[in-house]
Structures are given as C-alpha cells and as structure tokens.
C-alpha cells in the first residue's frame, strides 16, 4: 500500500491563515461586546481595534504568499529573495497602513488600534510555532 502524501508548509500555511482569520473575528466581536456593555464609546474602541488587527492580519497574509510563490529544492535562492521582498513589503504596507488609518479614520482611539494590531501579531508568533 502506498502512503497519502505529506502535507506541505504551503498547506499548513493555509490552515493557519483560516484559524487567524477566526482569531480576528472572535477578537472584533470581543472588542464589539466590550465597547457596546462597558466602554459605550459608540464603538471607537471596536473599530479601532478591529482596525488594527485587520490590519495585522492583512500584511501577514501578504508575507505569506510572498514566501510560498515559489517552492521545491531547486528555487531556494528565489525563495530567500521572496523572504527579503516579503518582509519589506509587509513592513512598507505596515507603516502606510497606519498612516492612512490615522489621516482617514476619524474618531478612532489609538491605543484600541496597537492593542488589535499587537494581538494579533502576538497570534501569529504562537501559530508559527505549530507550523514547525
């Protein structure tokens, strides 16, 4: 009998981005829950937060699918520079996100918005360690 094939980075990847989209939305209806029964700040803080993680969650994905354009033995230099390229085009989308959100959205409560941002940036540290 032959054995099913082994899944690969890219697949479990994948599974990974879906389990962080779920994370991102228990953490806005959370911060929804939170700002409606406690905070009644006609929900700046759940926007703002949501925001930032949705923001997070964006430019993770964006690494992501830089890192597995290419795969296999043979494009493993192609692959090191798409680790490069993807770093710097996730920091480069980082940095103008918030930007735009701090020009565009207003009211919009700036600690809510690093909090999301950091959770979910916390969030992707503990799934990478699953990935190994």
């Known amino acids: 009998m032959t054995k099913p094939a082994k899944r690969t980075q890219k697949d479990k990847i994948g ?3 879906k389990r962080q989209a779920w994370i991102l939305f228990i953490l806005i209806i959370i911060a929804s829950m939170l700002d409606i029964f406690w905070l009644h700040s006609a929900l700046v803080v759940a926007k703002s937060s949501a925001i930032g993680a949705l923001l997070s969650f964006a430019t993770q994905a964006v690494f992501a699918g830089f890192i597995f ?5 043979r494009a493993r230099r192609h692959i090191v520079s798409q680790l490069y390229r993807g770093q710097m085009v996730k920091w480069l989308l980082t940095v103008l996100g918030f930007a735009l ?3 565009t959205i207003q009211p919009l409560s700036a600690p809510a918005l ?3 941002f950091i959770v979910m940036q916390f969030s992707h540290t503990v799934m990478l ?4």
């Open 101 to 103: 959100i701090f020009i």
């Open 69 to 73: 354009w290419h795969s296999g033995y």
């Open 114 to 116: 690093f909090v999301g």
């Open 15 to 17: 599974i990974y981005l």
């Open 129 to 132: 360690l699953y990935v190994r």
